[in-house]
């Protein structure tokens, strides 16, 4: 019931960014909720195919799975987080450099400056180590930044090479008025036709992006070739390369690395007569780079500032000596001398014991 090549892939991912799960566990709690917390620990989610378990890993992707326009989608939908966000983070934690005390870790915002007012309070599951705690905190507030964006798509059929997690690129009109899908109505030469109009301006660079497929691959692998700028509105093109793509495939046009937009899929969602919701978001595969690139603040358990206060005592006064004599065992008098000390009431700590 594992996916254990999927596991194993998982692993060395972890192994390689230093990600571990440590934590006591004393409550009984859910199997999913457990997994989804381990998971976390490892930047993925749990994932249970129909047959197997396994992960989601959230990590750049090379392959792309499937391109998303209007010609294989409808009711396309989109929304943007507009956040203020707080000042700083807080996270309390058992810390293993201290013996798994009890602690806790304040995680500035990025680029936040000056004094730090509004807080927000945070958990991090599976980490101990302070270092760990202040970078994935780090990495959710990149993930806020550069996901702010949600698309819904619906497609129809019950198949798709698309899956959650799947890296996809998505191409619309709504969201940009230069991006076109249109279809390959044929091929001459350098000369392809397509079933839609597009424009161009002078100046700029544009590309078509296609899926190619070989007779083993049912995902496709997505290609961009340059074309060839022709100012004004017309449905051919002339094509720089050798690499065209069939009579019949869906192309996506726009200016260079404007033609689509990177996104991940959320989520997947069953709908009526075999149709499926698609949530998307930003793909974001810089959010990697910059994880790897920040650097922790060095870690002090004392929370705030150090207070200074003198607790020297006062020199002891003496309130009385007495010399008791007392007759010994062996016929000799013994003495026992009894002092009266007494500290000045002035001073801030009792003191318990002078010698």
């Not at 507009?82 to 995680?107: G, M, Q, S």
């Not at 590309?207 to 083993?216: F, I, P």
């Not at 690395?257 to 499926?276: G, K, M, Q, S, Y």
Request: aromatic share 6%.
């Amino acid at each position: 019931g594992i996916d254990w090549d999927q596991m194993a892939d998982w692993w060395e991912y972890c192994d390689a960014k230093g990600l571990t799960y440590d934590a006591d566990h004393r409550s009984q709690v859910s199997l999913r909720e457990m997994l989804a917390k381990i998971a976390m620990a490892g930047r993925a989610s749990p994932r249970h195919d129909g047959a197997r378990w396994g992960v989601v890993i959230d990590r750049p992707q090379d392959v792309v799975a499937d391109h998303i326009s209007p010609r294989n989608s409808w009711d396309f939908q989109g929304s943007r987080d507009y956040i203020d966000p707080p000042d700083a983070v807080r996270v309390k934690f058992l810390d293993e450099t201290d013996d798994y005390a009890d602690a806790e870790i304040i995680v500035p915002w990025p680029e936040h400056e000056g004094p730090v007012n509004l807080i927000e309070e945070w958990e991090v599951p599976g980490k101990t180590h302070p270092d760990d705690v202040a970078r994935e905190v780090h990495r959710r507030m990149l993930e806020i930044l550069h996901r702010r964006d949600r698309f819904t798509v619906m497609q129809d059929g019950p198949l798709r090479s698309a899956t959650r997690g799947d890296k996809v690129l998505l191409s619309h009109d709504v969201l940009s008025s230069v991006q076109v899908a249109g279809r390959v109505l044929s091929v001459d030469g350098q000369l392809v036709v397509l079933d839609e109009y597009v424009e161009m301006e002078a100046g700029e660079t544009y590309g078509l992006r296609y899926l190619a497929y070989d007779a083993s691959d049912t995902v496709g692998d997505s290609q961009l070739v340059p074309v060839m700028t022709q100012p004004g509105m017309t449905r051919s093109l002339l094509v720089q390369g050798d690499d065209l793509p069939p009579e019949g495939a869906v192309v996506l046009f726009g200016p260079t690395n404007e033609e689509t937009i990177p996104c991940r899929v959320l989520e997947i969602e069953a709908a009526e007569d075999f149709a499926v919701r698609l949530t998307l978001t930003n793909d974001a595969e810089e959010i990697d780079a910059l994880t790897d690139a920040y650097v922790p603040a060095e870690w002090d358990p004392i929370i705030g500032t150090a207070i200074t206060v003198d607790i020297t005592p006062s020199a002891p006064r003496f309130a009385g000596i007495e010399t008791i004599a007392e007759e010994s065992l062996f016929g000799s008098p013994a003495r026992t001398l009894r002092v009266g000390i007494a500290s000045d009431p002035a001073d801030l700590v009792p003191i318990g014991s002078i010698e």
